[in-house]
């Protein structure tokens, strides 16, 4: 059956995308979108396909991968383009019908694919700028249509709320600016939902606006990061920030002291 991509408008905005040229541009759009893709963000395609379907000059497509390696975005291994932390970006929609996929798309691959991608990809990242936080596919949310797809009632994809307002005073402002601070790492993130909303007004009762805030920031930086618990969305957070503290106590980073479980 036929995949679909959401993209959403802040892609061209983002700060990794706005320094390519339109010419790398258009070929990560094409990784993200051609119909070779798959739930897990690791397919086959030989470059003989890829100059077919791209118009891009056979020679000229090794020249372009290597700038995508080199940010640590894609990855290009005999014939298998891999997409890095897709995975991670499709598991945190929740879904356990996406999780399936995953595991089954990822079957599919041969042995000595992922033993190569995972030494490729398990090296130590370029330290990036805060705004991008590792995570190749900022602004961009991915959906298959085929039986590796879900839509759950917590999905961000197909609701205007994210525009709300968050210049009005009162406690929903202070929901709608931690809501915000997920921007980066989950653009889609939908202000209207009720279940995120709640999520985050239950935190500020038990550790107060502020040092849920810095928390937040925390959670955000640390997305992509090796052994960082994967939180994108508030009520992942408030059942996985035990997990988040253990990971700052090996990182000895800076969590604010005084969050307490």
């Known amino acids: 059956m036929a995949k679909q991509r959401y993209i959403n408008t802040k892609l061209w905005s983002d700060s990794w995308i706005v320094n390519l040229d339109p010419l790398e541009r258009y070929l990560f759009l094409y990784f993200l979108t ?8 690791i397919y086959e395609l030989p470059l003989v396909r890829m100059a077919q379907e791209t118009g891009i ?3 000229m497509l090794p020249k372009l991968i290597k700038r995508f390696e080199k940010d640590n975005k894609v990855f290009y291994v005999d014939g298998w383009v891999c997409i890095v932390n897709f995975q ?5 929609r929740g879904s356990s019908k996406v999780k399936i996929g995953i595991e089954n798309a990822t079957k599919e691959i041969p042995c000595q694919i992922v033993e190569k991608i995972k030494k490729m990809t398990d090296k130590p990242l370029h330290k990036q700028k805060t705004d991008t936080l590792s995570i190749p596919l900022q602004g ?6 085929d039986s590796d797809s879900d839509s ?13 307002a968050t210049d009005v005073a009162g ?8 809501l915000k601070e997920f921007g980066p790492i989950n653009p889609l993130i939908n202000y209207g939902n009720r279940t995120q909303r709640s999520a985050l007004s239950s935190m500020i009762k038990r550790f107060g606006y502020n040092k849920l805030l810095a ?12 052994y960082a618990p994967t939180i994108t969305t508030p009520l992942q957070l408030q ?11 090996r990182e000895n980073s800076n969590i604010p002291k005084n969050v307490k479980l």
């Open 34 to 41: 051609n119909e070779h893709t798959n739930i897990c963000g």
């Open 57 to 59: 000059d056979k020679e």
């Open 88 to 92: 991670k970006h499709q598991n945190a």
């Open 140 to 145: 961009i949310s991915a959906l298959d249509s």
């Open 152 to 164: 759950d009632s917590d999905s961000d994809l197909d609701s205007d709320s994210k525009y709300i």
């Open 171 to 178: 406690p929903g402002n202070e929901i709608n600016s931690l």
């Open 215 to 226: 928390t937040i920031r925390y959670a955000v930086s640390v997305q992509g990061q090796r």
């Open 239 to 249: 059942n996985k920030i035990g997990e988040l503290l253990v990971f700052h106590d």
